[in-house]
Structures are given as structure tokens and as C-alpha cells.
């Protein structure tokens, strides 16, 4: 089982850039596609990117689309999220997790981090 810990949020004004992590404990994290998630406050957990197990899929939602981008180094258990020209949307929990398929379906993910709080301010 993946146990994720999310690192790197932080208060960052428009424009700026953020790269957050994820590391993973567990011996499955290289065979587990991973994604990122995002929670506004008052708001649903969004799909913001996902990584099959061998970096060859990778897929953002529409509305990070050129400005986020997710990848994952298996030698060291560790999925990243690099965001740049950050907008105050952006500003949400960040989570990670795993999923046995391929897909953008939260339902599909499990082993779920604490979360980092990413704030962007105009």
C-alpha cells in the first residue's frame, strides 16, 4: 500500500511558481499510476493531473493545461507537481494518490495524503 506525504505548498503571489511532492513509502508506489488532486475551500476534490506507472501517460485537466506538470522519479518513491504562472484559482489543498488503473475517476484513487495547502494571492 502507498502511504503518500505531500510537501512543498506555500503563499505565493500570481505569476510565481510552486513545485510540490509526494513521497511515498510502500514497495508498490512504481507499479501505481499517481495523480494529483485538488480541494478548494468549500468546494468538491478536483482531477489536476495523473502518471501511469512508467511516465508514458500523463494527462492534466484543461484548466492547468501548459502551466502544471506532473512527473514522478521511481527510484526515489517520489511524485512532483512543478505549477507555474500560478493564479489565485489555483489556491486549494493539494493531494496525491494512487490508483491500480489508469484514469482520472476519483473514486478510483485510494491511500490518500494529508494534503499541502498552495495559496495564491493577487
Known amino acids: 500500500q502507498v502511504q503518500p506525504v505531500e510537501t512543498g505548498g506555500g503563499l505565493v503571489q500570481a505569476g510565481g511558481s510552486l513545485r510540490l511532492s509526494c513521497a511515498a513509502s510502500g514497495r508498490t508506489f512504481s507499479g501505481s499510476t499517481m495523480g494529483w488532486f485538488r480541494q478548494a475551500a468549500g468546494k468538491e476534490r478536483e482531477f489536476v493531473a495523473v502518471i501511469s506507472p512508467s511516465s508514458q501517460s500523463i494527462m492534466h485537466t484543461d484548466s492547468v493545461e501548459g502551466r502544471f506538470t506532473i512527473s514522478r522519479d521511481n527510484t526515489k518513491n517520489t511524485l512532483y507537481l512543478e505549477m507555474n504562472d500560478l493564479k489565485p484559482e489555483d489556491t486549494a489543498v493539494y493531494f496525491c494518490?494512487?490508483?491500480?488503473?489508469?484514469?482520472?475517476?476519483?473514486?478510483?484513487?485510494?491511500?490518500w495524503g494529508q494534503g499541502t495547502q498552495v495559496t495564491v494571492s493577487s
Open positions: 494518490a494512487a490508483s491500480q488503473r489508469y484514469t482520472y475517476d476519483i473514486s478510483s484513487f485510494h491511500s
